[in-house]
């Protein structure tokens, strides 16, 4: 079944001046309940595009939407945006996520420690 993305938003940020954002999701034709999404925005005072959240539903995976939102987010940030880079964080131990992101053009930068107080 085809999936069509739709662009739900493209506006300036209203929760930063600083920021623009891209909301991209996917939708399954029948039921209209969104499947697939990325939600990317773009800090002018860091001249930097983030890809900030992307997910699919586990029985929509390994279909294509997440390399088709990855690239609609990419294409927004270079072609229309004109953004000199592209930055995400992803979990080191998320082999699929690791492997779409490097498909994409992505390499790893850096490693980090993610720490938490509860």
Request: aromatic residues 12%; negative net charge.
């Given at each position: 079944?085809?999936?069509?993305?739709?662009?739900?938003?493209?506006?300036?940020?209203?929760?930063?001046?600083?920021?623009?954002?891209?909301?991209?999701?996917?939708?399954?034709?029948?039921?209209?309940?969104?499947?697939?999404?990325?939600?990317?925005?773009?800090?002018?005072?860091?001249?930097?595009?983030?890809?900030?959240?992307?997910?699919?539903?586990?029985?929509?995976?390994?279909?294509?939407?997440?390399?088709?939102?990855?690239?609609?987010?990419?294409?927004?940030?270079?072609?229309?945006?004109?953004?000199?880079?592209?930055?995400?964080?992803?979990?080191?131990?998320?082999?699929?996520?690791?492997?779409?992101?490097?498909?994409?053009?992505f390499a790893l930068r850096y490693a980090g420690v993610n720490m938490r107080r509860e």
């Amino acid at each position: 079944m085809e999936t069509n993305i739709e662009i739900i938003q493209a506006t300036p940020n209203h929760f930063s001046a600083l920021a623009d954002l891209i909301i991209a999701q996917c939708k399954n034709a029948q039921t209209q309940c969104i499947h697939s999404y990325t939600y990317a925005e773009i800090d002018h005072h860091m001249n930097e595009g983030f890809i900030t959240f992307l997910g699919v539903d586990e029985s929509y995976r390994r279909k294509g939407y997440a390399i088709r939102l990855l690239q609609t987010a990419l294409t927004w940030f270079f072609a229309d945006k004109d953004m000199p880079r592209v930055s995400l964080t992803v979990n080191e131990r998320n082999d699929n996520a690791l492997a779409l992101y490097e498909k994409a053009g992505f390499a790893l930068r850096y490693a980090g420690v993610n720490m938490r107080r509860e």
